[in-house]
T-cell receptor
Framework: DAKTTQPTSMDCAEGRAANLPCNHSTISGNEYVYWYRQIHSQGPQYIIHGLKNNETNEMASLIITEDRKSSTLILPHATLRDTAVYYCIVTGTASKLTFGTGTRLQVTL | SAVISQKPSRDICQRGTSLTIQCQVDSQVTMMFWYRQQPGQSLTLIATANQGSEATYESGFVIDKFPISRPNLTFSTLTVSNMSPEDSSIYLC???????????FGPGTRLTVL
């Protein structure tokens, strides 16, 4: 599985968009980009995933660059409940998930 | 998404004892996984448990320490054997579910070994 690089931490004001970047320069053609988040000691929550097209669901949007070497998870209107560790994971669908250290997002008033 | 429950949600155990953690899913799934999350760390995969076959363990994890059962398509157990304080962690099960084979996680079992 391709390695990912994420900032260790980020802050975001409540109500503003949170943009979480992820670099995955060694991604291969059949690998997807998955995003999960973990709210303090709970089980990780699936957010979204994509292959090469941008994706949007009720939780977030995923923007993948044309060369697929990086992506951005966008939470359009962050709330305090979005404070969590966000994990960007690159893997084939048949493969296991390998978690890195993620980005700790702190949403503030 | 699949609904996953784990029992117990937390436990405090004495060193040298064993604890069996149960994972129940509301849908039939082929692949189930067990993860460990040590304090302040990220998740580490322990093993993959497919129904009808032996579990596949990741490097650093052995069957004698973490025996796994997978009796049917909705249930699995992980036993943490001969526990030591270093086994204090959150243990999580997860499943692949749905048309896109997305992995979903249970709420975790917080284990403290004294």
């Amino acid at each position: 599985d391709a390695k990912t690089t994420q900032p260790t931490s980020m802050d975001c004001a409540e109500g503003r968009a949170a943009n979480l970047p992820c670099n995955h320069s060694t991604i291969s053609g059949n690998e997807y980009v998955y995003w999960y988040r973990q709210i303090h000691s709970q089980g990780p929550q699936y957010i979204i995933h994509g292959l090469k097209n941008n994706e949007t669901n009720e939780m977030a949007s995923l923007i993948i660059t044309e060369d697929r070497k990086s992506s951005t998870l966008i939470l359009p209107h962050a709330t305090l409940r979005d404070t969590a560790v966000y994990y960007c994971i690159v893997t084939g669908t048949a493969s296991k998930l390998t978690f890195g250290t993620g980005t700790r997002l702190q949403v503030t008033l | 998404s699949a609904v996953i429950s784990q029992k117990p949600s937390r436990d405090i155990c004495q060193r040298g004892t064993s604890l069996t953690i149960q994972c129940q899913v509301d849908s039939q799934v082929t692949m189930m996984f067990w993860y460990r999350q040590q304090p302040g760390q990220s998740l580490t995969l322990i093993a993959t448990a497919n129904q009808g076959s032996e579990a596949t363990y990741e490097s650093g994890f052995v069957i004698d320490k973490f025996p796994i059962s997978r009796p049917n398509l909705t249930f699995s157990t992980l036993t943490v054997s001969n526990m030591s304080p270093e086994d204090s962690s959150i243990y999580l099960c997860s499943v692949k579910w749905g048309s896109t084979d997305t992995q979903y996680f249970g709420p975790g079992t917080r284990l403290t070994v004294l």
